[in-house]
């Protein structure tokens, strides 16, 4: 499960070098193992920030920028072909809930 995760990631663009992928990584993990995770501010961003010391905040702002630079420097086609249907029209990317609960369904589908 965990080498299908960051295959999935790395697939997608995202940069293993950020501190927001290795939080996606922990959050799909936990999604797919049958962990709770939402609310993601309550739940699973509070279990990561215990888990390295960091506040939610922190925690949430790194998930976004991860996404973000995927975005800028990932595969287009595949991120709109993957996530076309949850993209916020402002931001040009989708919510990190969305994300994150499309990410864990795609990793359970393949």
């Known amino acids: 499960m965990e080498k299908k995760v960051k295959e999935y990631l790395l697939s997608l663009g ?7 992928y ?11 193992s049958g962990e709770e995770l939402l609310p993601l501010k309550f739940v699973a961003y509070s ?3 215990k888990k ?3 506040s939610v905040d922190s925690i949430e702002k790194d998930v976004q920028n991860a996404i973000g630079s995927a975005w800028l420097v990932g595969d287009v086609d595949r991120l709109y072909g993957e996530f076309g249907e949850t993209i916020d029209m402002k931001k ?3 919510s ?5 609960l499309t990410a864990i369904e795609s990793c359970r589908s393949v």
Do not use: M, S
Not at 22 to 32: E, Q, S
Not at 96 to 100: E, M, P, Q
């Open 14 to 20: 995202f940069l293993p070098n950020k501190c927001g």
């Open 22 to 32: 290795h939080y996606l990584y922990d959050i799909i993990c936990d999604g797919l």
């Open 47 to 49: 279990r990561l920030a």
């Open 52 to 54: 390295y010391n960091k």
């Open 92 to 94: 040009g990317k989708p």
């Open 96 to 100: 990190n809930k969305h994300f994150i």
